[in-house]
């Protein structure tokens, strides 16, 4: 399983993630650079993982 970060957490490496909300539906994916901080979602719960 991919590691999950959260909204508010510092990203880890440059990339493209990918969001989802709580029930593991994609809400999209977006290119985010290290050391920024994974934006909020409009979905509580909502996680992100690194895009393949």
């Known amino acids: ?3 999950k970060w ?3 957490e510092t990203v880890p490496k440059s ?3 990918v969001a989802y909300d ?3 539906h994609n809400g999209g ?7 920024k901080r994974f ?8 996680y992100y ?3 393949e």
């Open 22 to 24: 709580k029930d593991g």
């Open 1 to 3: 399983m991919s590691k």
């Open 49 to 51: 993982t690194m895009g």
């Open 29 to 35: 994916s977006l290119y985010l650079e290290k050391g």
């Open 6 to 8: 959260t909204p508010g």
């Open 39 to 46: 934006p909020a979602t409009q979905h509580s719960g909502s």
């Open 15 to 17: 990339a493209t993630y």
